[in-house]
């Protein structure tokens, strides 16, 4: 009854995390709805985890004038 009990917690704790991420710029960076670029740049490329992509979501974070540059 334990191992089931520390199973289902372990599990439920798990979720969230998981659940999270799928908003998230390459998993792990700003959620879509706090990037400049907003959800039209992120469906697009949000998913593309390349150091060319990366170099770009990086300096759209600083600079939301480059957005149609770098994310046509």
């Known amino acids: 009854m334990k191992r ?13 995390s998981f ?3 799928s908003d ?4 792990e960076g700003l959620p879509w709805y706090m990037h400049p670029c ?7 490329y949000g998913r593309e985890d390349t150091p ?3 170099r770009a979501y990086d300096i759209t974070k600083r600079d939301a004038s ?3 540059r770098l994310f046509p």
């Open 4 to 16: 089931l009990l520390l199973a289902a917690t372990l599990a439920a704790l798990a979720i969230p």
């Open 19 to 21: 659940a999270g991420s």
């Open 24 to 27: 998230q710029w390459f998993g």
């Open 38 to 44: 907003g959800l039209q740049a992120f469906a697009k």
């Open 52 to 54: 060319a992509m990366r």
């Open 66 to 68: 480059q957005c149609e």
